[in-house]
């Protein structure tokens, strides 16, 4: 079987996680990707931990890929960049605004190589405005698009300095590789359709807003700011962590009326179902703080494991609250192989996240270390012709 992405070739121009983590999933569809770095190692190589002196930011990031350097600033090698381009059915770059254009490979200086060339560009806050040229990574974007602002202990909020953030997980970086590779995917279907190429612009702003857009709702609906709740939820309840006897936390989930007298069941807590204050979802938010202090209480008096067994006997959904090394061991994790171990030429034994997707008839993946940094440099060159007359390549 093919894979879906089969015989189409990607010109990634990317760096630090944005644009590599795109790439990244459209080589795990089937595309050859190419990712063209310059003689200087880009910032993710650094980046710790690392694995026998390469980053992991860097190699899980450009899984599925073939390397190639090529100094952009040179005539020669910009001149074998643009032949490489014109085998290329897809330009990604998540450069500085501008900073492409500067070097000569905007969207103009592509198209006249290849016509038809699917070029996207990525950039922080958008290509116009007073923000244009500003670089960003994931902490900042998430305290400039509001993301911060509904997350922290309640009571708290960024006047009180309680404001919290995912903490360099790359949440609204990988939301935006996500997002780039379905305008991909779109723009190859359109080509398909019509023969047409297209430059495709993405912002980490709007993606971060596409994220919240349910709290984005509320706000709009009410003219009232979200506030921080810690773990709970602001439009069902009770929908929270709660401290068990044994200290561990467990995750509660009571989204739909019908839930709540199975939940009250599987506490023993059968009063609360015909409790007047709490019948419907909306009286539950309005007293959920008491309702909260109460469920606390209970939570309280039997262990974690307990009470997991009990809501999920009764269908009430829930989860406890697990560290990676207790859910790499999972049954469910296990069964399904969300996690897989590669074995790489260079970096021994990884773990890895699993090909988010399991297609029947055009399978992605698997999941193919990348290499160091040029080491498919010669094998590209011979295999694309890029040192024949390679200044007639040249826009």
């Known amino acids: 079987m093919t894979a879906i992405l089969a015989g189409i070739r990607v010109f990634d121009m990317t760096l630090a996680a944005v644009g590599p983590w795109a790439s990244k999933l459209l080589g795990q569809l089937g595309a050859d990707v190419i990712k063209v770095e310059a003689p200087e190692p880009e910032m993710s190589h650094q980046i710790p931990p690392k694995v026998k002196g390469t980053g992991v930011l860097y190699i899980s990031a450009n899984f599925n890929?073939?390397?190639i350097v090529l100094d952009l600033k040179s005539e020669a090698d910009k001149a074998k960049a643009y032949r490489l381009a014109s085998h290329c059915d897809v330009f990604i770059?998540?450069?500085?605004?501008?900073?492409a254009e500067k070097l000569g490979f905007g969207y103009d200086d592509i198209v006249a190589v290849r016509p038809d060339v699917i070029y996207v560009t990525s950039t922080a806050y958008g290509r116009v405005g007073p923000m244009a040229s500003d670089g960003g990574v994931d902490p900042l974007l998430q305290a400039f698009s509001g993301f911060t602002s509904v997350n922290g202990p309640e009571g708290s909020g960024p006047e009180e300095g309680g404001f919290e953030m995912f903490r360099h997980l790359a949440h609204l970086d990988i939301t935006t590789s996500s997002n780039i590779v379905e305008a991909v995917l779109q723009a190859l279907i359109h080509r398909e359709r019509t023969g047409q190429g297209q430059h495709i612009e993405i912002e980490m702003v709007t993606a971060a807003l596409a994220l919240q857009h349910t709290k984005l709702a509320e706000f709009f609906a009410t003219g009232t700011q979200p506030p921080p709740l810690g773990s709970a939820s602001t439009i069902t309840a009770p929908h929270q962590a709660f401290q068990c006897q044994d200290r561990e936390w467990l995750t509660v989930g009571v989204t739909r009326d019908e839930e709540w007298p199975a939940f009250c069941r599987a506490l023993q807590l059968d009063d609360l179902a015909h409790d007047p204050r709490y019948e419907t979802n909306a009286d539950r938010v309005a007293a959920r703080t008491e309702l909260a202090s109460t469920l606390a209480a209970r939570f309280a008096t039997k262990p974690a494991a307990w009470w997991a067994?009990?809501?999920?006997?009764a269908g009430v959904a829930n989860s406890r609250v697990q560290d990676f090394d207790t859910?790499?061991?999972?049954?469910?994790?296990?069964?399904?192989?969300?996690?897989?171990?590669?074995?790489?030429?260079?970096?021994?034994t990884l773990t890895v996240d699993q090909v988010p997707w399991d297609f029947s008839a055009t399978p992605a993946g698997p999941v193919v270390a990348g290499g160091l940094q040029?080491?498919?440099s010669a094998?590209?060159?011979?295999?694309?012709?890029?040192?024949d007359d390679a200044n007639g390549a040249a826009p």
């Open 309 to 313: 067994h009990r809501l999920t006997q």
């Open 379 to 387: 094998q590209i060159r011979a295999e694309l012709g890029l040192d």
């Open 374 to 376: 040029g080491e498919h």
């Open 65 to 67: 890929k073939r390397q």
């Open 93 to 99: 770059q998540n450069m500085r605004t501008g900073a």
């Open 327 to 348: 859910l790499r061991h999972h049954p469910q994790v296990t069964a399904n192989q969300h996690l897989v171990e590669i074995e790489t030429p260079h970096f021994g």
